[in-house]
């Protein structure tokens, strides 16, 4: 069964960087978008940053300006780089990436997440 596994997480200081790698344990075809998406306890897992299979790219208000999306569709690659972290950046980040496995059938597969924790 393909896994997604993330790396990058860790604790930063308050205006710090991180960078979210997410890659695919086997080859994903035909995918739609991969994004990152975050969750903290008693709340719902929130959409952060997506990029279509074109490239275009979608952000979280709270993040615009701040984090960058990037991936390889092809290599199944995906990257967040999160710069000027604060303290409400603290969760579990998780990589998504959703796939046509067949004529209108879709599948999303996600990661493990990755925690990241802003606090000095």
């Known amino acids: 069964q393909v896994q997604l596994v993330e790396s990058g997480g860790g604790l930063v200081q308050p205006g710090g960087s991180l960078r979210l790698s997410c890659a695919a344990s086997e080859i994903i075809f035909r995918i739609n978008f991969m994004g990152w998406y975050r969750q903290v306890p008693g709340k719902q897992r929130e959409l952060v940053a997506a990029?279509?299979?074109?490239?275009?790219?979608t952000y979280a208000d709270s993040v615009k300006g701040r984090f960058t999306i990037s991936g390889d569709n092809a290599k199944n690659l995906l990257y967040l780089q999160m710069n000027s972290l604060n303290p409400e950046d603290t969760a579990v980040y998780y990589c998504n990436m959703e796939a046509s496995v067949s004529v209108g059938v879709k599948y999303d597969y996600w990661g493990q997440g990755t925690q990241v924790t802003v606090s000095s």
């Open positions: 990029i279509g299979s074109g490239g275009a790219t």
